[in-house]
């Protein structure tokens, strides 16, 4: 099982990029799906989750922001990013709670990094 995130790169202040990340291999099911983050010097942090059924956790940071969504069809997780501040800068990584053939675990994308400047 992998996780493939896309998306974010420089942003400028007030910006509104859209990050994707998909999960391949031998799933069986995916319950949580989400992201985190996680700045310089800092822990990494929860930005967004959602449930199978489609019950959105968010940062308070975040709220009103952000949107997190996913596409069970295709086992992928977007993240709408709205009106993004300098302080959202941070590699943005990719989580996802996944059954597959054999057992369930917690799997991480590579990360994808999001800097916010102008």
């Known amino acids: 099982v992998q996780l493939q995130a896309s998306g974010g790169g420089l942003v400028q202040p007030g910006g509104s990029p859209r990050l994707s990340c998909a999960a391949s291999?031998?799933?069986?099911?995916?319950?949580?799906i989400g992201w985190y983050r996680q700045a310089p010097g800092e822990q990494r942090e929860l930005v967004a989750t959602?449930?199978?059924?489609?019950?959105?956790n968010y940062a308070d940071s975040v709220k009103g922001r952000f949107t997190i969504s996913r596409d069970n069809a295709r086992n992928t997780v977007y993240l709408q990013m709205n009106n993004l501040k300098p302080q959202d800068t941070a590699v943005y990584y990719c989580?996802?709670?996944?059954?597959?053939?054999?057992?369930?675990?917690?799997?991480w994308g590579q990360g994808t990094q999001v800097t916010v400047s102008s």
């Open positions: 291999g031998y799933i069986f099911r995916i319950d949580d």
């Open positions: 989580y996802a709670d996944i059954t597959s053939s054999r057992r369930r675990s917690d799997y």
């Open positions: 959602i449930t199978s059924g489609g019950r959105a």
